[in-house]
């Protein structure tokens, strides 16, 4: 059977937009051969849905959808939806669903046995599982239908699987000869090998070409990195689609034949895609053309200005410079120089002269209390008014840039440098950030060599740098990931790398004092295990001391 893999960006809720791209796509697959369309997991609705699904208009214009979808599809194909339960009176209304449509109409139905509750997810909320796996005939094969984390319980390449059953098992059980699976498995850095080994091993054990379709695109702070793949009964790699992009690949499933499209081993070099992804998509499906970037001279911002002209193109991109009293002539060039070799516009609006006369209207009530942070915080302020002024005005969406390492410590301003509509690089930590740095100075000097090489710094009061506040970048991004990822014990932490117990400490207890900051923080792009936020739940009133 040829089977075309259909690599889609949806938008959630946009269920008239995402049908005709199904179509175009079904249309383009039919005219190249293939007798079987795959599209991924919700790829009606987009994914995640969220409580969306808890609207019965909702549920009920995604059956309508599919069953308009459904009359006029150019080739049989399996599409993902939110469809009724099995049993209405188990309490839930959904059902997280696979159609197999062809002759104009629904011919098979399955739904998802395995719902995750871990990390990101949260589908038991929504969703009622399936009782059972169906195997079903099409165009003389018998397929396997399973929809994501269906396929991620095998007991021979898990330690320790997370569900009793495995449907995947059942289904060869009844004979299945193709296991099919549509998918919206977010990206993480290094997910993506671990996911092709999975799926490699999944086809050796049963003897069985294992077909994966991934959804891809940005949807809030996830970002789907597509990558999917049909890999034959012996493991091999026969198809294999771009990642981050949208994409169109065959396999023939007896002879073993397939379209492979190159990507990118290098996790740094995804990382980076993954993040101009998110971006692009999240400007573009929130309704915007444009976006701001507050130019400071230092190291995130001008990778947030190079992953904003790279998403969106130079002409959509203001770089906005706003020196003030601490501001160094070596910054203020830098920011200039960056904004020259990026080819973005540029404005520049001093705060010297605003963050006086805050002073004056505050002198009396400061009166006899020495100048602190307080005066830091209020020349961070002052900029964040300025970049939402800015967005108010010109309809442009504000990218704020801080990073991981720095949210996670609280070396932040709340409605100052936390102002935005997007922390594009708030899952990144700091050394990653000069990482990232480097590879976009791979083909040439873009962010300027004195940007990375200077002492990292806020400059909100004389001579100041980051590190009179924190430990060197590359101690404390070790202690972040292991406390924060990894969920390791100071205890831990210290006797792995040698660090003082006390240190430790100290960067624990900021870490969960400053939970308050970040969820006043922007929604973020998530490109780790674990991101602030999104799948990291925890409360901010709390007195628990690791």
């Known amino acids: ?38 599209f991924s997991e ?18 009920k214009r995604n059956l309508e959808a599919l069953e308009n979808l459904a009359r006029d599809l150019a080739a049989p194909a399996i599409v993902g939806y939110v469809g009724a339960p099995q049993d209405a009176a188990a309490g839930k209304s959904a059902a997280n669903c ?17 719902l995750p509750t871990y990390d990101v997810f949260d589908e038991s909320r929504y969703f009622q599982p399936a009782r059972s796996q169906v195997a079903v005939e099409f165009c003389g094969a018998r397929l396997g239908i399973t929809i994501c984390e269906d396929v991620w319980n095998d007991k021979n390449f898990w330690t320790r699987p997370l569900y009793e059953r495995d449907p995947v098992a059942e289904l060869v059980g009844q004979g299945s000869e193709i296991i099919i699976n549509i998918s919206s498995s977010p990206y993480q850095m290094n997910k993506r090998g671990l996911r092709q080994d999975m799926l490699r091993a999944l086809a050796l054990r049963h003897g ?52 492979i499209r190159a990507q990118s081993g290098d996790e740094l070099e995804a990382a980076f895609q993954a993040l101009v ?6 400007v573009r499906k929130c309704g915007f053309q444009q976006v701001l970037v507050g130019l400071s001279g230092g190291i995130d911002s001008a990778v947030v ?15 906005v410079a706003m020196p003030g009293p601490y501001s160094s002539e070596g910054s203020v060039r830098d920011a200039q120089l960056l904004a020259e070799r990026l080819g973005i516009r540029t404005l520049t609006l001093p705060i010297s002269e605003v963050f006086a006369g805050y002073k004056r209207a505050l002198a009396q009530a400061f009166a006899g209390r020495a100048e602190d942070v307080t005066e830091e915080n209020i020349q961070a302020r002052i900029r964040g008014n300025f970049l939402m002024a800015l967005s108010n005005k010109f309809n442009a969406l504000v990218l704020s840039t801080g990073n991981k390492s720095e949210l996670a410590v609280g070396y932040c301003t709340l409605y100052g440098d936390m102002a935005g509509g997007l922390a594009v690089i708030s899952d990144v930590p700091k050394t990653m950030v000069y990482e990232l740095a480097r590879l976009i100075n791979r083909g040439g000097e873009v962010i300027p060599a004195d940007t990375l090489t200077k002492p990292s710094s806020a400059e909100l009061r004389p001579n100041q740098t980051d590190q009179d ?19 390791r014990s100071p205890e831990e932490i210290a ?25 006043q923080s922007a929604p973020g792009l998530k490109i780790t295990s674990k991101a602030f936020r999104i799948g990291r739940p925890f409360p901010i009133a709390q007195k628990f001391v690791p």
Not at 209 to 227: E, K
Not at 513 to 518: A, F, G, M, V
């Open 42 to 59: 919700l790829c009606l609705c987009g994914y995640p849905p969220q409580d969306l699904i808890e609207r019965p208009s909702f549920l």
């Open 208 to 259: 069985r070409p294992v077909v994966y379709v991934n959804q891809v695109g940005g949807n809030d702070s996830l970002v789907f990195d597509g990558s999917s793949v049909a890999v034959t009964a012996d493991g091999r790699v026969a198809a294999q689609a771009r990642s981050f992009e949208e994409d169109l690949v065959l396999f023939d499933s007896e002879s073993g034949a397939g379209e």
């Open 98 to 114: 696979a159609a197999l449509l062809a002759n104009g109409r629904v011919v098979f139905e399955q739904h998802k046995m395995l």
């Open 469 to 487: 506040s924190l430990p060197p970048y590359d101690v404390l991004d070790r202690i972040l990931k292991a406390y924060v990822e990894d969920l």
């Open 305 to 319: 200005a190079a992953i904003a002209k790279a998403a969106l193109g130079p002409d959509n991109v203001l770089g």
């Open 495 to 519: 006797g792995h790398f040698g660090f003082a117990l006390k240190l430790v400490r100290e960067i624990a207890v900021k870490v969960d004092r400053n939970e308050y900051k970040r969820q």
């Open 277 to 282: 992804c998110g971006t692009r998509d999240y």
């Open 1 to 38: 059977m040829k089977i075309a893999l259909a690599q889609l960006n949806p938008t959630v809720g946009d269920l008239e937009g995402n049908a005709a791209r199904i179509r175009k796509f079904a249309t383009d697959a039919r005219a190249r051969g293939a007798q079987l369309v795959v």
